[in-house]
C-alpha cells in the first residue's frame, strides 16, 4: 500500500516560516490534501489539490507538490497555528485514502 | 450549515457489541460519501472505509475489512459504524467525514468524532 512519511515535529518561531514535507513515491502525480488539527477538535481541509485552499483558510497557507515530496507552506506562523498537520491522497490503484504519518508544528 | 453530528462517548467492556451514527444535515446526504476515520490515543490518522448513502455501496481498508461494518440510512441521511465484538484496541476516536465533490478524493466536512472506551 502506498505510503506518506511526514517529520514528527517541526518548530518555528511566530513570524517565521514553516514547512512541512510529505514524502511518497513519484507523489508530483497525485493530488495532495493537508488537514490541520488542533487539540481536542476534529481535522480541518486547509488545502486540497496540492494548492487549492477552501474558502475561510488563511493565504498564509500555501501548498506544492513535485518529485517525491509535497509540502505544506505557513509564511508567517503564528501562536493559532500550534496544531498537527496531515497530508492525505487518493491511491487510484487500491482505490483507498492514505493519510501521512502527522506532524506537530510547535511554536517557539 | 452544512454538518455532520456523532454520537456520544461510549464506555464498554471486551466482546460487547457497539452501532455510532454519524447524521448529516443541510446538503443531499444521499449523493456524497461518507469515509470513517480511527484515531488511536495520541496516533495519526487511520482511514477505514466509506460508504455511498445512495445505494449503500461500500469501501473498506484492508486493515478493518472485516473487523467493522459499514452501513447507512439515507432516509434518515445516517451513517454507522458498528462491531460485533469490541477489543481493547478498539480503544480510539472515530471520525466520519464527507467526501467532497470537487476533487472526489478528500474529506471537506468532519463530524466532532466519537470517543470510544474499551475495558474490562
Known amino acids: 500500500s502506498y505510503v506518506l512519511t511526514q517529520p514528527p515535529s517541526v518548530s518555528v518561531a511566530p513570524g517565521q516560516p514553516a514547512r512541512i514535507t510529505c514524502g511518497g513515491d513519484?507523489?508530483?502525480?497525485?493530488?495532495v490534501h493537508w488537514f490541520q488539527q488542533k487539540p481536542g477538535q476534529a481535522p480541518v481541509l486547509i488545502v486540497y489539490?496540492?494548492?487549492a485552499r477552501p474558502s475561510g483558510i488563511p493565504e498564509r497557507f500555501s501548498g506544492s507538490n513535485s518529485g517525491d515530496t509535497a509540502t505544506l507552506t505557513i509564511s508567517r506562523v503564528e501562536a493559532g497555528d500550534e496544531a498537527d498537520y496531515y497530508c492525505?491522497?487518493?491511491?487510484?490503484?487500491?482505490?483507498?485514502?492514505?493519510f501521512g504519518t502527522g506532524t506537530k508544528v510547535t511554536v517557539l | 450549515e452544512v454538518q455532520l453530528v456523532q454520537s456520544g462517548v461510549e464506555v464498554k467492556k471486551p466482546g460487547e457489541s457497539l452501532k455510532i451514527y454519524c447524521r448529516g444535515s443541510?446538503?443531499?446526504?444521499?449523493?456524497?460519501?461518507i469515509g470513517w476515520v480511527r484515531q488511536m490515543p495520541g496516533k495519526g490518522l487511520e482511514w477505514m472505509g466509506i460508504?455511498?448513502?445512495?445505494?449503500?455501496?461500500?469501501r473498506y481498508s484492508p486493515s478493518f475489512q472485516g473487523r467493522v461494518t459499514i452501513s447507512a440510512d439515507k432516509s434518515i441521511t445516517t451513517a454507522y459504524l458498528q462491531w460485533s465484538s469490541l477489543k481493547a484496541s478498539d480503544t480510539a476516536m472515530y471520525y466520519c467525514?464527507?467526501?467532497?465533490?470537487?476533487?472526489?478524493?478528500?474529506?471537506?466536512?468532519w463530524g466532532q468524532g466519537t470517543l470510544i472506551l474499551v475495558s474490562s
Open positions: 492525505q491522497l487518493w491511491d487510484g490503484v487500491s482505490d483507498h485514502y492514505v
Open positions: 513519484d507523489i508530483g502525480r497525485r493530488s
Open positions: 489539490d496540492d494548492t
Open positions: 443541510g446538503y443531499g446526504f444521499t449523493n456524497f460519501w
Open positions: 460508504i455511498y448513502p445512495g445505494d449503500s455501496d461500500t
Open positions: 467525514a464527507r467526501r467532497d465533490v470537487l476533487t472526489g478524493k478528500t474529506f471537506d466536512i
